[in-house]
T-cell receptor, first 110, second 116 residues
């Protein structure tokens, strides 16, 4: 069964706008990771946030983690057409096995 | 350096045939994972290899599925007597293993398997 679940399932925004997607999970975790998948390609790792961290930034990406609510969010600022992709959160309940959600499909309109 | 390489990129075969999918991980990565992704879905864990330890096969859906990792490097996922429900994209990933915590995983572009 999937540990992480992303919300919304799909998101369509105008270029330059921000995109926010959320991930909820069920059990305690060590880390939470976000990945991007372009159509027909493999997943690309974006950010890893540890359970004792609350916020992390990488370029135009900002990830938050609230372990009390068992939730995380990914914010993409000033979106570009190249950000069009599916975004997945992945959680670990042990030291190696990641559980992926079904993803959020983001479409950035020019 | 090269990323994770998977072959073939596409495979079309008839129901009942056996198929073999190959994954060449990033050099130096001791951990290797196989996942299955159905259309519009997330990733389903299949099997995990870490160094010389016994693999974690807990995600293999049936005994028709098996995998090997030779010499701690290249891995082969074999599906015997394929069925139409086996149609999916099979993704391989590798990572620096050990340390007791999950690591970022590096993915290949997958093998798109279609069973006729």
């Amino acid at each position: 069964s999937q540990q992480g679940e992303e919300d919304p399932q799909a998101l369509s925004i105008q270029e330059g706008e921000n995109a926010t997607m959320n991930c909820s999970y069920k059990t305690s975790i060590n880390n939470l990771q976000w990945y991007r998948q372009n159509s027909g390609r493999g997943l690309v790792h974006l950010i890893l946030i540890r359970s004792n961290e609350r916020e992390k930034h990488s370029g135009r990406l900002r990830v938050t983690l609230d372990t009390s609510k068992k939730s995380s969010s990914l914010l993409i600022t000033a979106s570009r057409a190249a950000d069009t992709a599916s975004y997945f959160c992945a959680t670990d309940a042990n030291d190696y096995k990641l559980s992926f959600g079904a993803g959020t499909t983001v479409t950035v309109r020019a | 350096g090269a990323g994770v390489s998977q072959s073939p990129s596409n495979k079309v075969t008839e129901k009942g045939k056996d198929v073999e999918l190959r994954c060449d991980p990033i050099s130096g990565h001791t951990a290797l994972y196989w996942y299955r992704q159905s259309l519009g879905q997330g990733l389903e864990f299949l099997i995990y290899f870490q160094g010389n330890s016994a693999p974690d096969k807990s995600g293999l859906p049936s005994d028709r599925f098996s995998a090997e990792r030779t010499g701690g490097s290249v891995s082969t996922l074999t599906i015997q007597r394929t069925q139409q429900e086996d149609s999916a994209v099979y993704l391989c990933a590798s990572s620096l293993g050990g340390g007791g915590v999950s690591q970022p995983q590096h993915f290949g572009d997958g093998t798109r398997l279609s069973i006729l």
